[in-house]
């Protein structure tokens, strides 16, 4: 059974921080990772990842990840209270079949 | 069960037959939402059930789409006379609604959904 673990459960921070988000899978036939950030109804996309060691990045944010460790990271540098969301990890297997996490709650305090 | 589980896993159709797909959510969760995910990106939202109220059907692509959902628990997509470009996986969560809280959104496996 696919499974996907994120870590830590729920974050607060002060504006200006840095914080690392971790997303831990398990997955047959693993085909991307994707990360989502949910702020009201529909979780929105942050980015796919399919190779090892090869960071994403958007502004603030970035990602990486490990094949062969099979975690992930988000980052988020000089945070801003607009980052306060949950952030949801998800593993599409060979079929494209999504496995998601249980989120990180993170909150920015200004 | 302890998450939300949706059935069945897999649908293989041909074009302009009905299909129904169905949600049974986290037992206590009033928020219930219906996505469809294409190609490995990003969701698409569908449409959103919160307790009684009327659902948020403004995502739903055509008239071909409908939801309902019963006694405020399980759900059921029904898409009508099926497109080719309706297969995709569509995904189910469900979550508690909390006055002041963002609540995380739990995520069924999904149905794949193939039109011939």
């Known amino acids: 059974e696919d499974k996907v673990v994120q870590s830590p459960l729920s974050l607060v921070v002060h504006e200006g921080d840095t914080v690392t988000l971790n997303c831990s899978y398990e997955?047959?036939?693993?085909?991307?990772l994707l990360w989502y950030k949910q702020e009201k109804k529909a979780p929105t996309f942050l980015f796919m990842l399919?190779?090892?060691?090869i960071e994403k990045k958007s502004g603030r944010l970035s990602s990486i990840l490990d094949k062969k460790e099979l975690f992930s990271i988000l980052n988020i540098t000089a945070t801003q209270t607009g980052d306060s969301a949950i952030y949801l990890c998800?593993?599409?297997?060979?079929?494209?079949?999504?496995?998601f996490g249980g989120g990180t709650r993170l909150m920015v305090k200004p | 069960g302890a998450g939300v589980s949706q059935s069945p896993s897999n649908k293989v159709t041909e074009k302009g037959k009905d299909v129904e797909l169905r949600c049974d959510p986290i037992?206590?969760?009033?928020?219930l939402y219906w996505y469809r995910q294409s190609l490995g990106q990003g969701l698409e939202f569908l449409i959103y059930?919160?307790?009684?109220?009327?659902?948020?059907k403004s995502g739903l692509p055509s008239d071909r789409f409908s939801a309902e959902r019963t006694g405020g628990s399980v759900s059921t997509l029904t898409i009508q006379r099926t497109q080719q470009e309706d297969s995709a996986v569509y995904l189910c969560?469900?979550?508690?609604?909390?006055?002041?809280?963002?609540?995380?959104?739990?995520f069924g496996p999904g149905t794949r959904l193939t039109v011939l």
């Open positions: 969560a469900s979550s508690l609604v909390r006055p002041l809280g963002l609540d995380t959104q739990y």
């Open positions: 059930f919160q307790g009684n109220s009327a659902p948020d």
């Open positions: 998800a593993v599409a297997n060979a079929g494209n079949m999504l496995t």
């Open positions: 399919t190779s090892s060691g």
């Open positions: 037992s206590g969760h009033t928020a």
């Open positions: 997955v047959t036939n693993f085909r991307s």
